[in-house]
């Protein structure tokens, strides 16, 4: 499975979100569940699927999905 697809697949659980409203664009604010709270989980979430710890700097980067999908890219 591609990076891109799971993250949206933890996207979609953690923020109880439609895929379909899924896209690079969306960000933090953009949708009721992804508030502060929603992305404390979202983070966790993406820790554990990915298995690893996002640094501070890198968490207060992901204001978006495709601000995510650029961290974790540069992970691999």
């Given at each position: ?9 933890v ?66």
């Amino acid at each position: 499975m591609e990076i891109r697809d799971r993250v949206y697949n933890v996207a979609t659980k953690v923020l109880d979100l439609d895929r379909s409203i899924l896209n690079e664009e969306l960000s933090i604010g953009d949708v009721r569940t992804w508030d502060s709270l929603g992305q404390v989980s979202l983070i966790s979430a993406l820790e554990k699927e990915f298995g690893c710890e996002f640094d501070i700097d890198e968490t207060l980067e992901m204001e978006s999905i495709g601000d995510i999908l650029e961290i974790i890219k540069e992970r691999s």
